[in-house]
C-alpha cells in the first residue's frame, strides 16, 4: 500500500477525522475507530513505515517515550486494572493495516480478550541447548 492509499496516512495529512489525543512532529496518538475495549488508542509515526522491519531507531526510540505516556494517561482515563500495549510485524503477525502502530488497549483481569498464552505452554521447560542455540542463531543474524 503506497502512502497516498494509507489510511493512517490519511490521519496524518488530515485528510480523514480522527478523535486526536496528542501529536507533536514525529508521532500522533488516536482512538480506534474500531476499539476492543472503550478507551482503546492507537500511537503512529506521523512518516509513513509499515512496521519495525523498516522504521528508523530514532523515530522508534520517540515512539517508545510517547508510549509511556498514552499508556498511562489511558489506564487513568479508564480506571481499568491495566493496559495491554501491542504492535503487529507482518501479516503472520496480524498486522492488518501496513503502517506501524502501537496499541493502548484498557483491560481487566477478567476481561475476555487479551494476550493469552496456550493451555499447556508450561508443563516443561524448554531445554537448555535449544535455548542456547536459538539465541546464538538470533544473536548471529544481525
Do not use: W
Not at 22 to 29: L, T, Y
Not at 37 to 55: R, W
Not at 91 to 101: D, I, K, N, R, T
Amino acid at each position: 500500500m503506497s502512502e497516498e492509499n494509507c489510511i493512517f496516512c490519511k490521519i496524518v495529512r488530515g485528510e480523514i477525522p480522527a478523535s486526536i489525543i496528542f501529536e507533536d512532529d514525529i508521532c500522533i496518538s488516536f482512538m480506534d475507530v474500531f476499539p476492543i475495549n472503550e478507551g482503546h488508542s492507537l500511537l503512529i509515526p506521523k512518516k509513513h513505515f509499515v512496521n519495525m522491519f523498516d522504521v528508523d531507531e530514532d523515530v522508534v526510540a520517540h515512539l517508545a517515550r510517547r508510549l509511556v505516556d498514552l499508556t498511562k494517561r489511558v489506564k487513568k482515563a479508564t480506571g481499568e486494572e491495566g493496559v495491554i500495549n501491542t504492535v503487529a510485524n507482518g501479516e503472520g503477525a496480524g498486522q492488518e493495516v501496513p503502517h506501524l502502530h502501537f496499541h493502548a488497549i484498557p483491560r481487566s483481569k477478567d476481561a475476555s480478550f487479551g494476550f493469552k498464552f496456550p493451555p499447556g505452554y508450561r508443563d516443561s521447560i524448554a531445554d537448555r541447548n535449544d535455548l542456547d542455540s536459538m539465541a546464538k542463531k538470533i544473536r548471529d543474524s544481525s
